[in-house]
């Protein structure tokens, strides 16, 4: 089953195919938006990240399910790295800074 999951908002610059995304419902606790970590469910893997007319999209794929979850506005979603590719250390840009207390 493949998943389509719009957004209004940019997606995290580090997401990307092959990427494992979760997703959890979001709840009202002592005036934050706050969720349980112990109810993630995962919702499939990346096949495709589109940004069409500035509403980012993720096609998501997962043949475990038949029916799709409900997906709404108060639903938090999360993506975790393939740790078989992203094994490795440091990638990109870096930098060395030295810090003084005096």
């Not at 419902?25 to 893997?45: A, H, K």
Request: hydrophobic share 35%; aromatic share 10%; proline share 5%.
């Amino acid at each position: 089953m493949q998943i389509t999951l719009t957004f209004d908002k940019p997606l995290n610059c580090s997401v990307s195919v092959g990427d494992t995304v979760f997703y959890t419902p979001v709840s009202q606790g002592g005036g934050f938006s706050v969720t349980q970590t112990s109810t993630m469910q995962e919702l499939g893997t990346v096949v495709s990240i589109s940004d069409q007319y500035l509403q980012p999209q993720l096609v998501i794929k997962n043949d475990t399910i038949s029916v799709a979850p409900t997906i709404t506005p108060a639903t938090f979603i999360a993506f975790r790295k393939n740790n078989k590719v992203n094994l490795t250390s440091l990638k990109g840009y870096y930098a060395e800074a030295k810090f003084e207390n005096n």
